[in-house]
């Protein structure tokens, strides 16, 4: 299939992408900013908000990956008048599946940003197109930023009451990518991570794998979404789950390797590995790619 993928160059599409590849199917690409192809990749320009550029984005696509997202801080900006506007343009295209990601309790708590996000959910659902809704709890990656942009303060705040679900947003994809090669459920499917932490556990455990000391100042964040969170909104006992937990995403075990590993990965000692100043290359390229924050288109 040819899918188009909104939202490509934010932490879930940069995952949702390589799936979709390995799947199998043709990708096309949406981005504010004009790129150029690259592998199998075919990057097209275009603007959610104002829609130019999305009407060629949605023609000829099977199905779309809505990953696109406003933000906790873009006032619905995409969420709302940016998926609408995708949906009437793919409806006319005749696109035959749209898959749109949500977060876990948009319908038990919409507030703030869950409260686009519920909306957004709407339009998809009354748009006239086959649809698939997933609903994934926090990525690990989001809150592993979230804890980096607080690092510098002498404690951190700590409502030890909210329950938090971590997922990664390889497994994420993965599901996703699933549910788009089986075609349109007409449903609302939820995604969480394998275990759900209390923010004192989160914390302890970030600091431990980042090295640092910070002692954990108890406090009660306001408002009515963490109320919903206090009481378990934004959790979710749904199958199937990640398996990647907050632990080994921050401290990845050590690899299994197998009997054989040693004779079947040993240099011969014509091996460039064995002669380093023959190499012509001597980078190492590795790690993790890093957060980005969530795209507006």
């Known amino acids: 299939m040819r899918i188009l993928v909104t939202g490509a160059t934010g932490t879930l599409g940069g995952a949702l992408v390589p799936a979709l590849l390995k799947a199998g199917h043709e990708v096309r690409a949406l981005s504010r900013t004009k790129r150029d192809g690259r592998g199998n990749v075919e990057w097209v320009w275009g603007d959610l908000i104002s829609g130019n550029g999305v009407r060629d984005a949605v023609d000829g696509v099977d199905a779309i990956a809505h990953l696109a997202t406003s933000g906790r801080r873009g006032r619905g900006a995409v969420d709302i008048p940016g998926t609408r506007t995708l949906m009437i343009l793919a409806h006319a295209a005749g696109v035959p599946h749209v898959l749109f990601t949500s977060m876990v309790g948009a319908d038990r708590a919409p507030y703030g940003h869950l409260r686009h996000k519920l909306e957004a959910e709407r339009i998809v659902e009354e748009s006239g197109l086959a649809w698939t809704i997933l609903r994934a709890t926090p990525f690990?990656?989001?809150?592993?930023?979230?804890?980096?942009?607080?690092?510098?303060?002498?404690?951190?705040?700590?409502?030890?009451?909210?329950?938090?679900?971590?997922?990664h947003t390889g497994e994420v994809a993965t599901r996703a990518a699933a549910l788009l090669s089986a075609g349109p459920t007409h449903r609302h499917l939820e995604y969480g991570g394998p275990q759900v932490l209390g923010t004192e556990e989160l914390v302890r455990t970030w600091l431990r794998a980042t090295g640092l000391r910070r002692p954990c100042l108890p406090v009660r964040y306001p408002g009515r979404l963490y109320a919903a969170q206090r009481a378990g909104h934004l959790t979710t006992d749904a199958a199937p789950k990640g398996e990647i937990t907050w632990h080994d995403y921050l401290m990845p075990p050590a690899p299994v390797l197998s009997d054989d590993f040693a004779s079947e990965h040993t240099a011969s000692p014509t091996s460039p590995a064995t002669q380093p100043e023959q190499d012509p290359d001597l980078r190492v390229y590795g790690g993790d790619e890093g957060y980005e924050r969530p795209t507006r288109s």
């Open 140 to 167: 690990h990656q989001w809150l592993h930023e979230r804890l980096r942009a607080h690092a510098s303060l002498p404690a951190l705040p700590v409502d030890r009451a909210l329950p938090w679900q971590p997922v």
